[in-house]
């Protein structure tokens, strides 16, 4: 067994996981795909990308001018940032300048769902405009 591998996995052989619960992340996704009718995903989609240490819930939309190519645009609208060492997810709103900042009218929760709730009340418009 390799040093990383041996301080992965502990005493007990057991590895833990290096990022976010699996669960969670696809609790996301299934929240995501829910955001946008059928009828509309050839248009605009929502959709999560997930990292080690966070997800990024962006909108995707159609090409909608020639000039601009034929790629969907991305615009990361949240973020759910995992600490592993508390098990706490905390929500980041997203400024002008594609920066992230803590949103505080929310605490940070070990249900995933209290943040997406969070997201779908958006009270002060900072998330879906």
């Known amino acids: 067994m390799t040093a990383t591998v041996a301080v992965r996995c502990g005493i007990l052989n057991r590895c833990q996981p290096t990022g976010p619960p699996e669960t969670d992340i696809a609790r996301v996704r299934r929240w995501c795909a829910d955001r946008v009718p059928e009828h509309a995903l050839h248009q605009v989609r929502v ?29 990361p609208v949240a973020r759910l940032r995992y600490t592993k060492t508390t098990a706490l997810w905390s929500l980041y709103w997203r400024d002008r300048n594609l920066r992230f900042h803590n949103y505080d ?23 879906w405009g």
């Open 105 to 127: 009218l929310a605490e940070p929760s070990a249900r995933i769902d209290d943040l997406l709730d969070e997201l779908d009340r958006d009270p002060t418009c900072i998330f």
């Open 47 to 75: 959709e999560c990308e997930a990292t080690p240490r966070h997800l990024t819930i962006v909108e995707r939309r159609a090409p909608w001018r020639e000039d601009y190519g034929p790629e969907w645009t991305t615009m």
